[in-house]
């Protein structure tokens, strides 16, 4: 499933470069202003009902027959009142013509994507991630080359981005047809009472994923809103970059997320001995790689995006916190869910989220495009530790501190090393870094009987 949805990140990333060169910083501008705004009605069309149903299901498979029909149509049918909500919204919008079009088209595509997402649940509980990840690939494969195809044939933004729902459209009915074959039929029953109290629970995960939407795409709307589409093209240039990163911490975090459940329900020491190893895991790859941005960020804007966003590179730097605090924050929030707190990781979701408006609305009057940066990494660090409060039964802090300072000091070293030589090469860099990241790292006992044990052995068996 990681490698699926990864691989289809990095096309959909690939074909964000090439909007980028071809249509300039306007043309990326409104598509990204677009994603960010959109987004919210994504959110509202998922209504929380994929994490709601992972969750439920994950603890009885008993009920998919009986319940998933029902699951869906609710879906579709709040999907098709969400974008009828965002028409409306656009008929009353001030804007240019082209840019209200780009709006409702992504519009479209982010809201039946939610449809597809919640019919890949049932893969999820059933622990077949992979299909999810064919799924990803095979799609976001599809929407990258005809969208780049289109792109060489100089055609129009708007041709490009409109093969993104119809792709995502025929790819739902497939996904069906597959869950269908795999486990069976479903019963073709829609119970309106029983599919309302679904609803209802899943008020908390509606909330929390809005929020947390507001935290992640505050940035690019007022950016757009106060200073200009052209800023934000600016701006998510970098934040694309950010952005691949984030989605390997989605990706883990989600593959977490049914064996948390199922453990809080059966294993209490289980489930903590695996939140700990999962943080230090992630601490292992993500403070070298938040490092290794920062320093080689003029580098990656001008080999991804040419001359045309140079700019773009001190954001990026200002953005590299993120890397390191979102994969934190992801697993701590998957933790909430999984013991039963999502009300409470709402409340906490809500508090921060106000914060990060205000925040955010100050810092880019008062800096511009480096305050949006600057507000968005300090809205995180609020946030986990409000969660690492609430969920310190969870976690070992004494082994969390030690795991920070090995990372660190492999961090630094490799990045000294980097500046000191004054390698030109991005390529030449990177291996350099990785070299001297895990030579240093390799010093500590506790990396040499954990981490590197674990690989050792996992090589030894697969030999045998």
Avoid at 171 to 200: C, E, H, P, S, T
Avoid at 288 to 300: D, H, N, R, T
Avoid at 425 to 437: K, Q
């Amino acid at each position: 499933m990681v490698g699926g949805k990864t691989l289809g990140d990095i096309l959909t990333f690939v074909l964000f470069v090439s909007i980028s060169r071809q249509y300039g910083q306007e043309g990326i501008g409104q598509y990204s202003f677009a994603m960010a705004v959109t987004g919210f009605f994504a959110v509202l069309a998922d209504f929380g009902l994929y994490q709601f149903t992972i969750k439920t299901i994950s603890r009885d498979l008993k009920i998919i027959k009986q319940e998933f029909f029902g699951i869906i149509i609710t879906r579709i049918i709040i999907s098709a009142l969400v974008f009828g909500l965002l028409l409306i919204g656009l008929y009353f919008y001030d804007t240019s013509e082209q840019l209200k079009l780009v709006i409702a088209i992504i519009g479209l595509y982010q809201i039946v994507y939610t449809i597809m997402e919640g019919i890949g649940v049932i893969f999820i509980v059933h622990e077949e991630m992979h299909f999810v990840g064919i799924f990803e690939l095979t799609t976001k494969l599809l929407i990258a080359i005809i969208g780049i195809l289109l792109i060489v044939m100089e055609e129009s933004l708007i041709s490009v981005i409109l093969i993104y729902p119809i792709i995502t459209i025929i790819q739902i009915g497939i996904i069906f047809i597959i869950a269908r074959w795999k486990y069976g039929k479903f019963m073709l029953v829609f119970n309106f009472k029983d599919n309302l109290v679904n609803l209802k629970k899943s008020i908390s995960l509606l909330s929390s994923s809005f929020v947390n939407m507001i935290s992640m795409r505050v940035d690019v709307i007022m950016l757009g809103f106060i200073l200009t589409v052209t800023t934000v093209g600016i701006y998510n240039a970098s934040y694309r970059i950010v952005f691949v990163f984030m989605m390997f911490a989605n990706f883990f975090s989600l593959a977490l997320f049914p064996q948390f459940s199922k453990m809080y329900k059966d294993s209490g020491e289980k489930l903590i001995k695996l939140v700990n190893n999962s943080l230090s895991s992630i601490l292992l790859f993500s403070i070298p790689a938040a490092g290794g941005v920062f320093i080689l960020a003029p580098k990656i804007i001008d080999l991804i995006y040419g001359n045309e966003f140079s700019d773009s590179s001190v954001i990026l730097q200002y953005l590299t916190g993120i890397i390191l605090l979102y994969f934190i924050e992801r697993i701590l929030s998957i933790l909430l869910v999984s013991v039963d707190k999502e009300v409470l990781r709402m409340k906490c979701q809500w508090i921060v989220g106000i914060f990060n408006v205000i925040t955010m609305v100050l810092f880019i009057k008062l800096f511009g495009i480096k305050g949006a940066a600057f507000s968005a990494t300090i809205s995180l660090v609020l946030l986990i530790a409000i969660y690492m409060y609430y969920l310190k039964t969870f976690i070992n802090f004494g082994s969390l501190i030690k795991r920070i300072f090995i990372c660190s000091v492999g961090t630094f070293a490799f990045c000294f090393a980097i500046t000191f030589f004054q390698i030109n090469s991005l390529v030449g860099s990177i291996i350099l870094g990785s070299l001297i990241y895990c030579v240093i790292i390799l010093f500590f006992k506790s990396i040499r009987n954990n981490e590197l044990k674990m690989i050792l052995d996992h090589l030894r068996n697969n030999s045998v």
